[in-house]
C-alpha cells in the first residue's frame, strides 16, 4: 500500500504560482509512475502531468504545457507540481497518484490516490 498525502494549495492571483507536494508512505517510490490530476466544480477529474519512474519520461495536458513542472526526489519520497502563471481556469482540487510499473512509461492505470488539495486562482 502507498499513502499520498498532498499539500502546497492556495488561493493566488493569475500569473502566480504555487508549487505543490505529495509525500508518499508506506512503499518506496523507486517503481512508481507518479501523476497529478486536477477536479474542477462541475468537472470530471482530468490528467495534469506524469513523471515516470526514472525521472526521464513526463508528460503533460496541453493546457499546463510550459506552465507547469513535475519533478521526483525518490530519496525523500516526494513528487512536486511546479505551477507558474496561473489561470482562473487551473482552479480545482488537485490529486497525486501513484501507479506501479515495471516499465519505465508513463502510460498507466493508476492504483493509489490522495486526498487533494484546493487551488483558487482568481482573476
Known amino acids: 500500500q502507498v499513502q499520498l498525502v498532498e499539500s502546497g494549495g492556495g488561493s493566488v492571483q493569475a500569473g502566480g504560482s504555487l508549487t505543490l507536494s505529495c509525500a508518499a508512505s508506506g512503499r518506496t517510490l523507486l517503481t512508481y509512475t507518479m501523476g497529478w490530476f486536477r477536479q474542477a466544480p462541475g468537472k470530471d477529474r482530468e490528467f495534469v502531468a506524469a513523471i515516470s519512474w526514472s525521472g526521464r519520461y513526463t508528460d503533460y495536458t496541453d493546457s499546463v504545457k510550459g506552465r507547469f513542472t513535475i519533478s521526483r526526489d525518490d530519496a525523500k519520497n516526494m513528487v512536486y507540481l511546479q505551477m507558474f502563471s496561473l489561470k482562473p481556469e487551473d482552479t480545482a482540487l488537485y490529486y497525486c497518484?501513484?501507479?506501479?510499473?515495471?516499465?519505465?512509461?508513463?502510460?498507466?492505470?493508476?492504483?493509489?490516490w490522495g486526498q487533494g488539495t484546493q487551488v483558487a486562482v482568481s482573476s
Open positions: 497518484a501513484a501507479a506501479w510499473s515495471v516499465a519505465d512509461t508513463v502510460l498507466v492505470q493508476y492504483d493509489y
